[in-house]
């Protein structure tokens, strides 16, 4: 496992929170900053190993790996703000959705390095997908450094061109939301078959459970196969399975993971 250098924070929210819990258990840990303007988010910071300050240039000045936290719309804002104490030694590290790093490089001093991720929420608990790519003037080892900063919070791959970060946005960056569409979807349709809403989801949520994890031990290329196993020619999954089918089922997500990264086009245009 790479060394990290010193890791400081541009905002103190959920996905910084996040990375930070997993970061505070390496051992080695370390150094930690987070630059928060909230008085009341700073202690539960603190209380994670990091040391807490309310001025991004404090931040920027403590750290070599610069991870930006904040919200896309504040970018405007912060970033200009941080070119002040900026130096060629430092990297940023955006998991900003939809802002390019041309954009923000073009609010640092020239040659900033810039890394970009687009990580997913399950990273709150380490399990996080994250997409990354290098800017401009960002070298492999500060992609390597990127990849390091993620692992503690889930699995990385690496992307030469960042105009894939709107596909690996539609597919990992939303995904979650499409498996807890899927689990409400699923509840509901057992609260119809005549269980309370606690049974539909120990069912549920055990089977998606139960499922994840046997597709994860035998290989996401399995899918298939495990299915079939599941289906019975004539069967009662088949009878399911053909309604899904009817529906044009692969055709219904290729539709949608395309209007999900044409819409990250369009907000990165923006
Ligand atoms: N959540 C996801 O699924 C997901 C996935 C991929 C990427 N992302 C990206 O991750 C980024 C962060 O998301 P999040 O959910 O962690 O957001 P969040 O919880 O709102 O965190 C943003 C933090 O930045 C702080 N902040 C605001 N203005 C600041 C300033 N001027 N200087 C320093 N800090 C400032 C905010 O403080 P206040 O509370 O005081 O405003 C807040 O604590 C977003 O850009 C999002 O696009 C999120």
Not at 64 to 77: D, G, N, S, Y
Not at 122 to 128: F, K, N, S, T
């Amino acid at each position: 496992m790479q060394h990290l250098p010193a890791i400081s924070f541009i905002g103190g929210g959920n996905m910084a929170t996040a990375m930070l819990k997993g970061l505070a258990a390496l051992s080695p840990r370390p150094r930690l900053t987070v630059a928060e303007p909230m008085a009341e988010k700073r202690a539960a910071l603190a209380a994670l190993g990091a040391e807490v300050v309310a001025d991004n240039a404090v931040a920027v000045a403590a750290g070599r790996l610069i991870v930006l936290a904040i919200k896309p719309q504040m970018a405007a804002t912060v970033v200009p703000g941080l070119a002040a104490t900026w130096a060629p030694d430092k990297v940023l590290v955006t998991i900003l959705a939809g802002a390019t790093t041309a954009k923000l490089a073009a609010w640092l001093p020239p040659g900033a390095r810039i890394i970009r991720a687009m990580p997913n929420t399950p990273l709150a608990i380490g399990q996080g997908m994250v997409g990354l790519c290098r800017g401009a003037h960002a070298s492999a080892d500060d992609l390597a450094l990127a990849e390091a900063l993620f692992a503690p919070s889930g699995r990385v791959l690496r992307l030469a061109d960042e105009s894939r970060m709107d596909a690996i946005t539609a597919v990992s960056g939303s995904g979650p939301a499409y498996v807890f569409r899927t689990a409400e979807a699923l509840v509901t349709a057992a609260e119809a078959r005549g269980f309370t809403r606690a049974e539909a989801e120990l069912l549920v949520g055990q089977t998606l459970a139960g499922s994840v994890a046997y597709l994860m031990q035998q290989g996401v290329g399995q899918a298939g196969a495990l299915r079939q196993a599941v289906t019975s020619p004539g069967g009662t999954t088949a009878a399911a399975l053909a309604v899904l089918e009817k529906a044009d089922f692969t055709g219904l997500w290729s539709a949608a993971l395309a209007a999900a990264e044409e819409r990250g086009r369009e907000l990165g245009r923006g």
